[in-house]
């Protein structure tokens, strides 16, 4: 009893069988006794059997039928074997054609390959099961192994198996001998086809199924005829490149990159896969120092491809450091994590990304035109993950156009390109080989290189170039909360934030307000690395002298963490540097309200700007300055409170006072 | 007095009553294992006639293919048609009477699970049939052109007597009328599909009673089929002939036997 589940409305169709009808076209006309391959009895000890054609009468009959040439004629010959409408008398189990005196004769149309027939495992079991009954150990080894995987999948049906098998046999003994023998003849080519030994390439090899019948006509109904129509538009109003541009810009990537092509170009200084020799692999790193001639070289030939390595980023940011315009290249950072981060972070990171670079009064303002702008802030009513993308867009173009002809006039860039390496081609000796295969070791588990990946961030994040710019607090429009940078070392008291240099992710900095990380953090726990594997990266090597230094600290040795939980700042860390009356230490009581806070503080930058130095104008009703208390709970709601200032998304509802939690 | 009188009527009723639920149970039995040989007996020709019915079916659209084959082949088709109404008419009400735990259920279970195997294997040489009749008529004198050449004679009488020897196990049957072949698709698929949801039996719970590797101990004269020299030469080696296989009503095979 089969399972049948499915029932077959012309569901599941397969799809290379199309051309199985116009095969029966051309087998009904090669039968044809007339017009068809002659045929010739087939000589057998007692008998003969007639309608046996050799394969050079095939192949002549195609190519003259059709008029194509000898080579094309035996490939369609061949496909006609494979198929399973022609077998092979002699040599049955390769379904080929052979242009010789070998004979081959035409499969009775039962059977043929049918579309709408799958092949069923119970007959061939039934075969198997004749052809054993019949004489034992005739079965081949692969045959054996289906037998039995077959006896033990339909072993409730076996019993019925094996009568059939008799009874069939019994049927067959009824005819004439040598009907018999063409019988057996057909029966065992069907097999071949349809139960192909292993290795062989079987011509019923198909992939998906499909919906639909390739074979059926379709009805051309009113519906056809809209399809077509519909079809025939879009094809006409699908943008066109010339040909000579087209090709152009193929003949110029293959010159720009046929050095580099790992096929082409030989890698040096040697594949390790051939030569047991991980140099190559180890000069290639994300985060190594002194890149390779060839690395560099890729960065000079589009700005993509400098965005796209991690260590030309990298190369890159030093660059916009020194150039103080570091926040376009963040703001890009912040576009792709967006897109490529997690659904369930996505609206608070977009949130975040308005607050921090779009909106009036950002602390990194980028500067888009008005239409891109307003787009923007229309779409980010209701944030999807490429809601950015238009800005996202013009920034790069903004850079590329702009900040990469500059980066590559420039003396880091040249810097880099005086240190890159050139290693030299290995010419290792067989012996040598050998000893490079006995030294194979595994490489790193990555959870171990993640590790180490962070530990090297938190180092650099302490260790980076201060950046001024970022750090006047009174200097719009970057304040300094560098919410995306730079790590703060351990440094005194009016804090400066230093930029990290290589961190890659600036958007990644996190207060993940959790309580336990409070709790840690009020601890005050200095120094380390920032080496925990947990998502949120908690750097703490911050003193505890301030609490914003320390709150901005982690953020900042968080953000260089490959997470990429989007940055925000707690309520509970306010401005830095000096502006001691607007300290307000974290109270202690918020620590045990963390997810409704949570998600309140990601939601805020608290600017704190004294009134006074206020440039910019805020268009939030911060006016009061109330105690920094911390924010009340729901998502988004950007609530005045506190003498903090905050950025509020124009959209949000102004809920001014929301209690805490 | 009267009482013992009455009580000894009563001993007397009760042990009347046990004799006759007893006597009532053994024929019960008996009616019952008979009816399970029968439906045994039936599928044994139910498997008999598929298998005549593909021998045939193979060559329809082939060069061997006739008007009288096609017409044998009906034939066949009706005989199976009979033995799967009168199969099912029986073991329907033979499993519902089955209740866990009694002996045969087992049995019974495989009779149920071979039909159905049976049934389906029929409706797909059914289907074939009716899809190669319809691609290659016969109508018109033109059509036999169009026949495949496959190298096979057109003598059936061979197959189709061996079908019409099945013996329906089951004498008295009304007879039915013979549906034609959509009708008798239809009209297997839908016995399926009852079958299906009247009884649930777990399939593959049924064990197969035969090892996996069953050697034909009496095809003893089979070596004259070997497949080797069906590629060349046809070797007639011909066995031994007392080991004939063929069941009493086998007029042919003997012929045949003889033959090589």
Redesign the interface.
């Known amino acids: 009893?089969?399972i049948r589940n499915v029932r077959d409305h012309g569901q599941r169709f397969r799809p290379r069988m199309t051309c199985l009808k116009k095969v029966e076209a051309v087998?009904?006309e090669m039968?044809?006794?007339?017009t068809g391959v002659k045929?010739q009895p087939?000589r057998?000890?007692?008998?003969t059997?007639?309608?046996?054609i050799t394969g050079e009468d095939i192949v002549a009959w195609l190519a003259n039928r059709y008029s194509i040439q000898t080579e094309e004629a035996c490939t369609l010959g061949r496909m006609l074997v494979a198929f399973g409408y022609i077998y092979p008398?002699?040599?049955?189990k390769r379904l080929i054609i052979k242009p010789d005196a070998s004979l081959y004769?035409?499969?009775?149309?039962?059977?043929w390959p049918?579309q709408?027939?799958p092949v069923?495992d119970?007959?061939y079991a039934i075969y198997l099961?004749k052809?054993?009954?019949?004489?034992?150990g005739?079965l081949e080894m692969y045959e054996q192994e289906q037998?039995?995987s077959l006896?033990k999948w339909m072993?409730?049906?076996?019993?019925?198996?094996?009568?059939?098998a008799?009874?069939?046999?019994?049927?067959?003994?009824?005819?004439?001998?040598?009907?018999?023998?063409?019988?057996?003849?057909?029966e065992?080519a069907y097999w071949v086809v349809h139960r192909p030994p292993p290795g062989t390439i079987s011509a019923m090899d198909y992939g998906l199924e499909r919906m639909v019948d390739p074979n059926a006509e379709e009805k051309q109904t009113s519906d056809f005829f809209r399809r077509t129509i519909i079809f025939t538009q879009q094809s006409i109003m699908r943008p066109r490149v010339k040909s000579s541009v087209s090709i152009g810009a193929l003949v110029k990537y293959s010159i720009t990159y046929n050095k580099h092509d790992p096929f082409l170009a030989p890698c040096l200084p040697s594949n390790p896969w051939l030569t047991d020799d991980v140099t190559y692999w180890m000069l290639n790193m994300t985060n190594v120092e002194i890149p390779t001639k060839m690395r560099v070289e890729r960065w000079t030939f589009s700005f993509g491809e400098l965005l796209a390595d991690p260590r030309g980023r990298a190369d890159f940011t030093l660059f916009l450091k020194k150039e103080f315009s570091g926040e376009n290249l963040a703001f890009w950072e912040a576009c792709e994590d967006l897109k490529w981060g997690t659904a369930a972070t996505m609206n608070e990171k977009a949130q975040q990304i308005y607050k921090t670079f779009l909106a009036r009064g950002a602390p990194r303002w980028i500067n888009i035109d008005g239409k891109t702008m307003e787009v923007t802030v229309k779409g980010l009513k209701h944030p999807h993950r490429y809601v950015l993308d238009a800005a996202q867009t013009h920034i790069f173009m903004l850079m590329k156009k702009d900040s990469y002809g500059r980066y590559l006039k420039s003396p880091v860039f040249k810097e880099t390109q005086k240190r890159a390496i050139d290693p030299e081609q290995h010419r290792f000796s067989v012996t040598q080989l050998e000893a490079n295969a006995k030294k194979r070791r595994p490489s790193l588990s990555p959870i171990i290189v993640r590790q180490q990946e962070e530990e090297e961030r938190a180092r650099m994040a302490t260790s980076g170039p201060v950046d001024i710019t970022q750090l006047c607090r009174f200097t719009a429009p970057v304040p300094h909360l560098a919410v995306y940078s730079g790590p703060l070392s351990s440094p005194p008291f009016p804090l400066c934030l230093p930029h990290t240099p290589a961190c890659p992710s600036p958007i990644s900095v996190t207060i993940d307000s959790t309580p336990a990380s409070e709790r840690r953090w009020e601890e005050g726990v200095g120094g380390g690395e920032g080496g925990e594997a947990d998502q949120v990266g908690e750097g703490t090597a911050v003193s505890s002298r301030s609490r914003m230094a320390l709150s901005l600290g982690r953020l900042l040795r968080r953000g260089c963490s490959p997470s990429t939980v989007f940055a925000s700042l707690s309520p509970k860390f306010p401005a830095p540097a000096g502006n001691s009356s607007r300290v307000q230490p974290i109270s202690t009581d918020q620590i045990g309200q963390a997810p409704p806070r949570r998600i309140a503080n990601f939601f805020q930058i608290k600017v704190d700007i004294p009134p006074e130095c206020r440039i910019y104008p805020i268009d939030s009703e911060d006016e009061e300055e109330s105690g920094g208390a911390s924010k009340g709970g729901g998502g988004g709601e950007g609530g005045g409170e506190g003498q903090v200032k905050e950025i509020i998304c124009p959209w949000e509802s102004l809920t001014p006072h929301e209690g805490a939690g | 007095m009267a009482n013992h009188l009455g009580t000894t009527d009563d001993e007397q009723a009760a042990c009347q009553a046990q004799m006759n639920r007893w006597q009532r149970t053994v024929g019960e039995i008996q009616t019952r294992k008979r009816q399970v040989a029968e439906c045994e007996r039936a599928?044994?020709a139910l498997?008999?006639v598929?298998?005549?019915f593909?021998?045939m079916?193979?060559?329809?659209?082939?060069?061997?293919d006739s008007s009288s084959l096609r017409e044998k082949t009906n034939d066949t088709r009706a005989l199976a048609h009979k033995v799967c109404t009168g199969l099912h008419r029986k073991l329907v009400p033979l499993l519902a009477e089955t209740v866990p735990g009694q002996e045969d259920r087992d049995k019974v279970e495989?009779l149920w699970?071979?039909f159905?195997?049976?049934l389906?294997?029929l409706q797909?040489d059914l289907?074939?049939f009716g899809?190669?009749t319809d691609?290659?008529p016969l109508k018109q004198k033109n059509d036999r052109?169009?026949l495949?050449?496959?190298?096979?004679?057109d003598?059936?009488s061979?197959?189709a007597?061996?079908?019409a020897s099945t013996q329906s196990p089951w004498v008295g049957t009304e007879v039915e009328q013979n549906p034609d072949l959509k009708t008798h698709i239809t009209q297997i698929d839908a016995m399926i599909k009852e079958m299906?949801q009247k009884v649930s039996i777990p399939?593959?719970?049924?064990?197969?009673?035969?090892e996996?590797?069953?050697?034909?101990v009496d095809?003893s004269d089979?070596?004259d089929?070997?497949?080797e020299t069906?590629?060349?030469?046809?070797?007639?080696q011909d066995g031994k002939m007392s080991g004939c296989?063929?069941?009493p009503n086998?007029k042919?095979?003997c012929m045949?036997c003889l033959?090589?």
């Not at chain 2, 069906?230 to 007639?236: K, Q």
């Open positions: 009893m089969t087998i009904l039968q044809d006794p007339k045929s087939q057998l000890v007692i008998t059997i007639p309608h046996a008398l002699q040599d049955h004769r035409f499969q009775t149309p039962y059977f049918a709408q027939w069923e119970t007959d099961a052809r054993n009954i019949r004489k034992k005739i037998y039995n006896h072993n409730h049906k076996w019993d019925f198996i094996v009568m059939q008799k009874e069939q046999y019994r049927a067959g003994k009824e005819r004439k001998k040598p009907d018999r023998v063409v019988f057996d003849c057909q065992r | 599928l044994e498997s008999k598929t298998a005549c593909q021998q079916a193979t060559s329809v659209g082939s060069s061997s495989q699970v071979h159905l195997t049976g389906e294997s797909q289907y074939k899809d190669l691609r290659f052109r169009a495949i050449k496959t190298g096979a004679s003598e059936f061979g197959v007597a061996q079908a299906l399939f593959w719970a049924v064990e197969s009673t035969q996996a590797w069953t050697e034909g095809f089979a070596a089929d070997q497949d069906l590629e060349v030469e046809v070797v007639s296989c063929h069941p086998c042919f095979g045949l033959l090589t």
